[in-house]
Every structure is written in C-alpha cells, then in structure tokens.
C-alpha cells in the first residue's frame, strides 16, 4: 500500500461492515457480523432500534417484517410490526431472512461455520458487542463497533445506547467507537452524552451532501447544518457517495471532520475498484460496504 493516505489523519481509510457481510448473509445478525470479521472488517455496523420493554436489538428498519419471519408466526398490532410493539422475548423467536444480493437462500456462505449457536436470529447491541470483544481477543485484532442511533432522535434510545457501551467496556479511543445518526438532535445529544459520562468515541452526522451559495452542508433526518456548524458538535460526516465532490472532502477535512460514505454495493471485486478507488484518491477516510471482502481488497491495494 502507499507510504501515506490522504484521509484526515494519515491512516488506512476504514472499511465498514454495513450490517455485518450483509451481501452475504442475514443483515444485523451474528453470523453475519463473524463472517465480517473473518473477511477484515475494520468497523461492524449495527444500526438500533428500541423494543417495547427497552432493549436495544441489531435492526434497520422501524418494523421487523423485511429481514424476519414475524408475520408467519405474530397477528400485526396497531396494524404494523414495530420493533417498538413487539418485547425482546418475541423478537428473540424470530429468524432473520437472507437479503442480500448475493445471498444464499439458505443462509450459508462457502467455507463459513458460525461459532454460535443460533446465528441468524436478532441480536441485542449488547449481544454484538459480547461477539466483537470476544473475536478481537481470540484473534488479537482492533476491529471497532460504528452504531447508528436510528432517526428520528429519541433521548431514551441515545441514553440506551451510552449505558450499554459503558457496561461492556466501550469508553476510550482505543475501544474504536464511531457512533452516528442522521438526526442532527442526536448528534447534539449524543455529543453531550459522551462528554457528561467521560467517554471517548468519534460520532458522525449521517446525510446528503448539500452545496449552497458555496458552502457544504449535510442534510439530515431534521434538517440541514453546514459542515461548520457540524464540526462543533461532531468528528466526522457519512454520506451517500454519490453526492460526494473532492471539494466536499477537502473542505470538511480543513474544519478537521473525516468523511465516511455509504453504501457501496459492488457485485465483484472488479466493480468494487472501479466504483470506491475515485473516492479514496480524494482522501475519503472509510466507506460502508455490503461486501466486506471486496472493501478490503480495494483498501489493500492502495
Ligand atoms: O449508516 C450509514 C448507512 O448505513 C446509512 O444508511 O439506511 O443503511 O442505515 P442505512
Ligand atoms: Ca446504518
């Protein structure tokens, strides 16, 4: 690889398990998050939602009916299947579909075999982190944890999420903590989280690259902030590729806020250089990927 980088800090540009290998197998699943690892994950990505009783699950979507098997086995309430209608202990009776591309439908991956017992069922962020510690001890790697606080802001999940990372030991730098939201309430929020309970995490504003009269912007779930004002609150941004400019990158990098862009979705390895190799040459510091392999192998190479 190249002597120097130009992301913000010098390093490697990070490569993100966008719901685990999530091309591969059942999103947000400890499966899929293992088989992350194995394929040299710099980050796991799992995106939180509340349960009706308070717990934090591995979920992107508000209701459980795109990635599980809910409604074979649940009647729909309030005429919906919310996360946040349904407990933990229904949710832990479920099984998480396969639904990526290049999936199998039998939830396999050639030459993989899950360490846990049940691994394509939702898992708790608690249980995620349990699974990160264990395989970074066994296998004498830094691999860190990137949380979305799912929009739109609710304080009781933000307060969640800190108390969580706390009691399985996620609180300074070395522990690689990169939260991230796409409401700018939360960012404000999570930032003074942090501060009042004297963690260290990086913590990223989610959005669309805004250009208006010149100056760069996020639009997030609740409004758009300038890259100045984000600065004040946050350490970097993640947004949608395609709206990045090496000028977006450059300016966020003069106000000191890395940029990490979401989602790359290469089918082949070729495909994956073509598509992400542009955006490192402008010094993009991380990207989110379903195909953790081919990440790694762009980053690699360069
Ligand atoms: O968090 C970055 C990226 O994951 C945002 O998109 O909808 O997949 O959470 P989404
Ligand atoms: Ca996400």
Same mark, same amino acid.
């Given at each position: 690889h190249a002597a120097t980088y130009d992301t913000l800090d010098g390093t490697a540009p990070i490569v993100v398990a966008h719901r685990g290998a999530s091309g591969y197998l059942p999103e947000e699943t400890l499966g899929s998050y293992e088989l992350a690892m194995q394929m040299g994950a710099d980050y796991i990505e799992p995106d939180l939602q509340l349960t009706s009783d308070g717990h934090l699950v591995a979920?992107?979507? #508000? #209701?459980?009916t795109r990635t599980t098997n809910v409604s074979s086995l649940f009647a729909a309430r309030n005429g919906s299947y919310r996360?946040?209608?349904? #407990?933990l202990a229904e949710i832990k009776t479920l099984t998480v579909k396969p639904t990526g591309a290049l999936s199998e439908p039998d939830s396999t991956y050639p030459g993989f075999t899950p360490s846990m017992a049940d691994p394509y069922k939702v898992p708790t962020f608690g249980e995620v982190l349990d699974t990160l510690t264990a395989y970074n001890a066994a296998n004498g790697t830094k691999i860190g944890i990137y949380p979305e606080s799912k929009a739109p802001h609710d304080p009781v999940k933000n307060r969640r999420i800190i108390e969580v990372l706390k009691d399985k030991g996620y609180t300074s730098a070395e522990d690689r903590v990169i939260l991230q939201t796409f409401a700018n309430e939360s960012v404000v929020d999570l930032n003074a989280l942090l501060a009042e309970n004297g963690m260290e995490a990086e913590l990223a504003q989610l959005g669309s690259v805004v250009l208006s009269g010149g100056i760069y912007g996020v639009r997030g779930s609740d409004g758009t902030n300038s890259l100045a004002d984000i600065a004040k609150f946050a350490t970097g941004v993640g947004v949608s590729f395609g709206g990045i400019t090496e000028a977006f990158i450059r300016d966020a990098h003069a106000l000191g806020l890395k940029v990490h862009a979401y989602t790359f979705r290469p089918l082949s390895e070729d495909e994956a250089f073509a598509l992400i190799n542009p955006y490192l040459d402008w010094g993009l510091d991380g990207f989110f990927t379903d195909y953790t392999d081919f990440g790694r192998a762009v980053v690699d190479a360069q």
């Open positions: 979920m992107h979507d #508000t #209701t459980l996360v946040s209608d349904f #407990t």
